[in-house]
Nanobody
Framework: QVQLVESGGGSVQAGGSLRLSCAAS????????MGWFRQAPGKELDFVAT????????YYADSVKGRFTISRDNAKNTVYLQMNSLRPEDTAVYYC????????????????????WGQGTQVTVSS
């Protein structure tokens, strides 16, 4: 069982940047597709970004496309979310998630497709 721990959240002004990290431990991480999701207060869990286990394929929610970048370092068992040009509407608890992938290029954008979740990290963007 892979365990995931997020870090890097915090408070930032609009237009600023943050980089979230998600460290994996346990069984092999390198064949897991990974994703980032977020949940704002009183709202549903939303998809943010996903990356294939090979790292060559990514997919983003329209709301973050061009501002956020997902990446991974399989040697460090870590996936990252670089967030630039942050907006107040990006305020949420951010969760990373993982699942064993069918293929090296597989991407998963639905929360129900993931088996393993981190505890979340708060991101607050002030105007």
């Amino acid at each position: 069982q892979v365990q995931l721990v997020e870090s890097g959240g915090g408070s930032v002004q609009a237009g600023g940047s943050l980089r979230l990290s998600c460290a994996a431990s346990g069984r092999t991480f390198s064949t897991d597709a990974m994703g980032w999701f977020r949940q704002a207060p009183g709202k549903e869990l939303d998809f943010v970004a996903t990356i294939s286990w090979g790292g060559g394929n990514t997919y983003y929610a329209d709301s973050v496309k061009g501002r956020f970048t997902i990446s991974r370092d399989n040697a460090k068992n870590t996936v990252y979310l670089q967030m630039n040009s942050l907006r107040p509407e990006d305020t949420a608890v951010y969760y990373c998630a993982g699942r064993n992938a069918v293929r090296a290029t597989s991407l998963y954008a639905r929360a129900a497709e993931y088996r393993t979740w981190g505890q979340g990290t708060q991101v607050t963007v002030s105007s």
